[in-house]
């Protein structure tokens, strides 16, 4: 009987896998048999134990209809096998397996648009799905696949895309399997409609969306507007709802999504039908808690709306946010404020109330730092505004954290709070940083249509063997400058956060080589600076340099320098103090705060050299949209002699190059001598206007590189007393950078946009070296 059965069940493959098992366990007797042996026949990769681990039946068992169907089932399962003959006769067990081939090959070929499908997708796709090389292929998985593909590829409107699969199955049961990808052309949005509302401008409504329908030609080029995204249409959707919520359109609901396709499918029409409903005006706002000594009225005096005005559901988000970081840098870390908003029909209003709960007084039990290899812990922890045995407070977390990315020693800086699990009113700090290259070979290479090429070099160390101590040793060597310099810095001098500096220099400057007047200068001396804060995020810092100055001047210089070029050898002896407030959020990438510095120079009596100095700079960084941050930057200068004295030809201030306006040659700006050679001047001021952004578009880890689109502009006068603006000059530009294992590197590309025609330009400048 069991053998009859066993060859109809067999053979029968038509029907499906339950059925057949259905059938199998009802030709048995409800008596079961021994199990004496068990063969297999037809295994050639899995080893018997491996099946023997899975079939849940061994020798000595009973071979009966529950015990047959488990086997059975078990077997399917484990998608080892596309076949499975079963036998039972004489006690002896007997299974005839077809093993499933093993993958030898999986390749997606011919996709295009990597906002689709890339590299690193099809990556993931082949894990996901166990089509990696050496796996055991399933049929299924294949399908599973090509389903995700085509769901893919209509989320992004490719709704004519086509997928051929070729397989290939060798003498060694290995198969290999090709998708070939036809993506076709992407579906435009035709046009899109927003209809049923009557508050707010439809065109208002629909530039809440990044898609829709294509703009003017040469713009929709760039933008990709009639580009269609489930995602962007989703998102689109999310902030239509958002403002209505926050416009008090509480009852806002989108009744109709229609997105219709042509006859062949090449372009989108899309039709949203909305219900505003009623616009709420504000309620009342109660603030209850069971802590008797929270101070509720001014809490709620933080409040921006009054009973009666349009209720704002955003508004009152954002100051609840205030009062829960109020009670953050208080110390209660986990205090939570939740609102709750109740309608009130009768008189279309929303009252707010708004449940505090304090939760416990936090103290910080323990401050975890992790990822520094180099740098010493003390040099991390003196960055910190909250210690341990202290209250928890958010904000003096976060300015920490911001103090130690300041520092320019990592390239990534984390911090995660977990309440202590033995002590619910203490919290452990955990902060984990990721070192990036502090001692760097830096080089530096640009190219001038008019000079040639100027070089620099050098050695740095501003973690000296993780101690937060800074050591240089640079050269410089270009047509206009040979420097050399050795700079010393310890930041934390004492334990006031003092900082002590100082350093020797040898500077070389031949004019005639950058085609300015004919003159040699040669310079060297030495330094020393101290430094003290006065606030968290400002330092003040005094520097007393003295150098001696060689000055060689040429035939036609002398007859317009005529006083500078009559005293050859003169004594600087200056003194200058530094103001800087610094509030960047990251040392090599800020996305917000600024760093503001004003330095003023006096040459002293006894020196040979009697002139002031006052220079200033600006930078600030905000966040715009997504990952694109706006930064702006301007510097102002001037000097003077005074005492009757002119300021030395060689301290005006010369602009032009990577540093200053880019797009023009190194120095080359302002107004110039009769043989047109730059004269410099006593007055300068550069501005710079520019957006960053990641780089997600190349598809790689791209979170250390930045891409700026950039406009520079400045002027230069030759003295204080006739400053003007004819000298202007402006270029736009690229920069991309990228933070290295070996330091930062910048590639700049410039072109002027406001020039004159005896300008000298330089398209290209490369930068090894410098932050940015």
């Known amino acids: 009987m069991y053998n009859v059965f066993l060859f109809f069940f067999c053979k029968m493959k038509f029907l499906s896998r339950p059925i057949l098992v259905f059938l199998f366990l009802s030709s048995f007797y409800s008596h079961a048999e021994i199990i004496n042996n068990i063969n297999f026949i037809g295994l050639d990769k899995i080893s018997r134990g491996t099946v023997l681990n899975y079939l849940t039946l061994e020798v000595g068992d009973d071979f009966s209809r529950e015990t047959g169907q488990q086997a059975l089932i078990k077997l399917y399962e484990t998608n080892f096998f596309k076949d499975i003959k079963i036998n039972f006769v004489d006690n002896t067990l007997s299974l005839t397996l077809v093993e499933n081939p093993t993958v030898k090959f999986f390749e997606i070929i011919g996709f295009k648009d990597d906002e689709v499908l890339s590299s690193n997708v099809v990556d993931q796709l082949t894990k996901n799905f166990s089509l990696t090389n050496g796996k055991i292929f399933v049929e299924e998985n294949l399908r599973e696949l090509i389903t995700q593909l085509q769901s893919l590829y209509s989320y992004n409107a490719y709704y004519q895309s086509n997928f051929k699969v070729s397989k290939e199955l060798d003498d060694q049961n290995r198969i290999g399997i090709s998708i070939q990808v036809d993506e076709n052309e992407q579906s435009l949005i035709q046009d899109f409609k927003i209809s049923g509302g009557s508050s707010f401008p439809e065109e208002d409504l629909l530039d809440l969306f990044n898609i829709g329908s294509p703009d003017f030609f040469l713009i929709n080029y760039f933008t990709d507007r009639d580009h269609f995204s489930k995602k962007e249409f989703d998102a689109g959707i999310a902030k239509l709802s958002s403002f209505f919520l926050n416009n008090g359109y509480l009852d806002f609901a989108i009744e109709e999504t229609d997105i219709q396709l042509n006859q062949d499918k090449s372009k989108i029409s899309i039709n949203l039908k909305i219900s505003e409903g009623n616009q709420y005006k504000t309620g009342k706002i109660v603030l209850n808690s069971e802590e008797p000594s929270l101070p509720l009225l001014k809490f709620e005096k933080l409040f921006d709306l009054r009973e009666g005005d349009v209720f704002d559901r955003k508004s009152i988000l954002k100051t609840i946010e205030k009062i829960t970081n109020i009670l953050h840098n208080q110390g209660y870390a986990f205090a939570e404020v939740t609102p709750q908003f109740n309608k009130n029909n009768s008189d279309i209003s929303i009252d707010t109330e708004i449940l505090i709960n304090l939760d416990k007084k936090i103290i910080v039990n323990r401050i975890d730092i992790s990822g520094n290899h180099t740098t010493q812990d003390d040099v991390i922890r003196r960055q910190m505004n909250i210690l341990e045995g202290q209250e928890y407070s958010k904000e003096s977390l976060?300015?920490?954290?911001?103090?130690?990315?300041?520092?320019?020693?990592?390239?990534?800086?984390?911090?995660?709070?977990?309440?202590?699990?033995?002590?619910?009113?203490?919290?452990?700090?955990f902060i984990e940083v990721v070192e990036t290259k502090t001692g760097e070979i830096s080089i530096g290479l640009s190219q001038s249509n008019?000079?040639?090429?100027?070089?620099?070099?050098?050695?740095?160390?501003?973690?000296?063997?993780?101690?937060?101590?800074?050591?240089?040793?640079?050269?410089?060597?270009?047509?206009?400058?040979?420097?050399?310099?050795?700079?010393?810095?310890?930041?934390?001098?004492?334990?006031?956060?003092?900082?002590?500096?100082?350093?020797?220099?040898?500077?070389?400057?031949?004019?005639?080589?950058?085609?300015?007047?004919?003159?040699?200068?040669?310079?060297?001396?030495?330094?020393?600076?101290?430094?003290?804060?006065?606030?968290?995020?400002?330092?003040?810092?005094?520097?007393?340099?003295?150098?001696?100055?060689?000055?060689?001047?040429?035939?036609?210089?002398?007859?317009?320098?005529?006083?500078?070029?009559?005293?050859?050898?003169?004594?600087?002896?200056?003194?200058?103090?530094?103001?800087?407030?610094?509030?960047?959020?990251?040392?090599?990438?800020?996305?917000?705060?600024?760093?503001?510095?004003?330095?003023?120079?006096?040459?002293?009596?006894?020196?040979?050299?009697?002139?002031?100095?006052?220079?200033?700079?600006?930078?600030?960084?905000?966040?715009?949209?997504?990952?694109?941050?706006?930064?702006?930057?301007?510097?102002?200068?001037?000097?003077?002699?005074?005492?009757?004295?002119?300021?030395?030809?060689?301290?005006?201030?010369?602009?032009?190059?990577?540093?200053?306006?880019?797009?023009?040659?190194?120095?080359?700006?302002?107004?110039?001598?009769?043989?047109?050679?730059?004269?410099?001047?006593?007055?300068?001021?550069?501005?710079?206007?520019?957006?960053?952004?990641?780089?997600?578009?190349?598809?790689?880890?791209?979170?250390?590189?930045?891409?700026?689109?950039?406009?520079?502009?400045?002027?230069?006068?030759?003295?204080?007393?006739?400053?003007?603006?004819?000298?202007?000059?402006?270029?736009?530009?690229?920069?991309?950078?990228w933070l290295t294992p070996i330091g930062p590197i910048g590639l700049n590309f410039a072109e002027p946009i406001l020039k004159k025609s005896n300008d000298k330009t330089e398209s290209f400048a490369f930068e090894l070296g410098k932050s940015f």
């Not at 800086?413 to 919290?427: E, L």
């Open 450 to 737: 008019a000079s040639g090429a100027s070089i620099t070099a050098g050695i740095s160390q501003k973690n000296i063997l993780g101690t937060g101590n800074t050591l240089k040793a640079a050269i410089s060597n270009s047509d206009a400058v040979k420097e050399t310099s050795v700079f010393f810095l310890n930041p934390y001098f004492n334990n006031l956060g003092h900082s002590l500096s100082y350093g020797f220099f040898s500077k070389n400057i031949e004019a005639s080589n950058l085609e300015a007047s004919t003159y040699s200068i040669s310079e060297a001396g030495l330094n020393f600076g101290y430094g003290l804060p006065t606030s968290e995020k400002n330092n003040i810092f005094a520097e007393f340099r003295s150098s001696n100055i060689n000055l060689t001047c040429g035939t036609d210089l002398k007859n317009y320098e005529a006083e500078d070029c009559s005293s050859e050898d003169n004594l600087d002896i200056n003194i200058s103090l530094t103001n800087t407030y610094n509030s960047l959020s990251d040392f090599y990438f800020p996305t917000n705060g600024s760093k503001n510095q004003i330095k003023t120079t006096l040459g002293l009596p006894f020196s040979d050299l009697k002139y002031y100095k006052f220079e200033s700079s600006f930078k600030k960084y905000s966040p715009i949209f997504d990952d694109k941050v706006f930064k702006f930057s301007s510097r102002l200068n001037f000097a003077s002699g005074y005492g009757g004295n002119s300021l030395p030809f060689y301290k005006r201030y010369f602009e032009g190059g990577a540093s200053s306006i880019r797009g023009f040659d190194f120095n080359s700006l302002g107004s110039k001598y009769i043989n047109d050679k730059p004269k410099g001047g006593e007055f300068s001021l550069i501005s710079s206007a520019g957006i960053s952004s990641t780089m997600d578009f190349l598809g790689v880890d791209n979170e250390n590189m930045r891409i700026i689109g950039f406009l520079d502009a400045g002027t230069i006068s030759e003295k204080i007393s006739d400053i003007t603006f004819d000298e202007l000059r402006a270029s736009v530009g690229v920069q991309f950078s």
């Open 398 to 429: 976060i300015d920490s954290i911001s103090k130690i990315k300041r520092l320019g020693y990592f390239s990534k800086v984390d911090y995660d709070i977990r309440r202590h699990k033995n002590n619910d009113d203490k919290v452990d700090v």
